[in-house]
């Protein structure tokens, strides 16, 4: 079967618009389907039928008159305005930004909590726009089936929607307790989670590879990542815990955000988070989008900014506190892992350990709650260097050498 085509409508009214066309056609190619071509126009005033005016939608259908496309206006579309603009076109499929992520996003889901999560919101989506679409299709009047017995259906359809949405809502809730639970024990634990996020296709899932040799789904292509999944990994003998999380973009419809709320939330209650930009994109944007998303997000974990993809940019001219790395060739790791320690520097304490042999029974009850790096033996007992979460630092107190 031929791929979908779609073409793009860009009202433009704030000056992103360029980027915004950009990731549409990203967007398009992500779920699968092709690029057709983007009409622009001007939206001084938002018509509340057609959204756009009625004079360039004449203009677009006699462009697309005889074509098999889909129309994607890359914006929000009420159920109204896009019946109104499917009719202008002559009947063409009309899709909004949101059903096209939300449309991606279901192709992706492959854990059955991110199936779960979509298709939650997908019918959070859809069912205002059946009510919308049953009184379009009553105002339309007229024609068999579109009137009584249509709207008895959509009622029904609405019934069975809400009933699903309940249930769906109900065994998140389960999963999401359960998902406390381990977290709670990973607390309990001496490993450090850290926390990958950042924009959509800057490079997260790659840079999980790098640091843990991990077997993931790297992709060129919006969302390829959406179940969050976790490695570990060490850094100097120190275990660490790195989750990948589903990236972020400008504008994500807002039931898509709920839906993954807890999973994100529970993937940024985190050490440690390293937030991924494209160096070489546009990635003051990136990192303002993300930061935002995060602030709703009950985020207050220490950050760090990675700029990835530093093999693309000549000469790199960002804050310095910014790490530069390109998670591909494997270049700037080594100075990430060291940064990685020296954020976290206040949750470890570095010290050398001496047991006499008389107190192995007792330093053996504590010895799984630190890192050794270095043991040696002598006469009368023995000489530990190691990295002790300060958590349990007071513990060892007694061992320690000054
Ligand atoms: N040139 C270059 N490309 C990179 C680098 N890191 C990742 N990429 C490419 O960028 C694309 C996206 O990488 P992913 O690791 O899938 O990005 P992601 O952030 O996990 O994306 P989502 O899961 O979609 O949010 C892939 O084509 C990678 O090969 C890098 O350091 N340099
Ligand atoms: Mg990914």
Excluded: W
Aim: glycine content about 8%.
């Amino acid at each position: 079967m031929d791929s979908e085509k779609i073409y793009i409508i860009q009202p433009v009214e704030s000056e992103d618009y360029r980027i915004l066309q950009e990731e549409a056609v990203a967007l398009i190619e992500s779920a699968g389907a092709e690029y057709a071509g983007t009409i622009y126009q001007n939206v001084r005033e938002v018509n509340p039928a057609t959204y756009i005016g009625e004079g360039k939608l004449a203009q677009l259908s006699e462009r697309l008159d005889g074509l098999d496309l889909t129309v994607l206006f890359n914006g929000e579309l009420s159920p109204s305005q896009t019946l109104n603009i499917s009719k202008a076109l002559g009947g063409k499929k009309v899709i909004d930004r949101t059903t096209l992520i939300l449309d991606i996003f279901a192709l992706r889901a492959e854990s059955s909590e991110g199936k779960l999560q979509v298709e939650l919101a997908q019918l959070k989506y859809l069912y205002p726009r059946l009510k919308g679409k049953g009184e379009a299709l009553s105002r339309l009047g007229g024609g068999i089936g579109t009137r009584g017995p249509g709207e008895t259906k959509l009622e029904t359809d609405r019934r069975h929607i809400r009933a699903r949405i309940h249930t769906l809502e109900q065994r998140l809730r389960e999963t999401e307790q359960r998902r406390a639970l381990r977290v709670e024990r990973r607390k309990k634990d001496k490993v450090r989670t850290i926390a990958l996020v950042g924009y959509t296709n800057t490079g997260k899932s790659t840079l999980l590879h790098a640091l843990t040799g991990a077997d993931v789904f790297t992709q060129d292509a919006l969302f390829a990542t959406l179940d969050p999944m976790s490695r570990a990994f060490e850094i100097e003998g120190v275990p660490f815990l790195l989750v990948d999380t589903v990236g972020f973009l400008r504008n994500l419809p807002h039931h898509l955000i709920e839906a993954f709320r807890s999973t994100l939330e529970s993937a940024l209650n985190c050490e440690l988070a390293l937030i991924v930009c494209d160096g070489a994109g546009d990635y003051e944007a990136q990192l303002k989008t993300t930061l935002e998303t995060l602030q709703g997000m009950n985020f207050s974990s220490p950050y760090l900014v990675v700029m990835n993809k530093c093999d693309l940019v000549g000469d790199p001219d960002f804050p310095k506190e910014y790490v530069c790395i390109s998670a591909k060739d494997g270049k700037g790791l080594t100075n990430l892992k060291a940064r990685i320690l020296d954020a976290l520097k206040d949750e470890f304490v570095r010290a050398t350990l001496y047991v006499p042999y008389a107190r192995s029974a007792e330093f053996a009850r504590l010895r799984s709650l630190l890192f050794e790096r270095k043991t040696e033996y002598d006469d009368s007992g023995m000489s530990v260097e190691a990295i002790i979460p300060a958590i349990h630092a007071e513990r060892f107190r007694d061992f320690r050498k000054i």
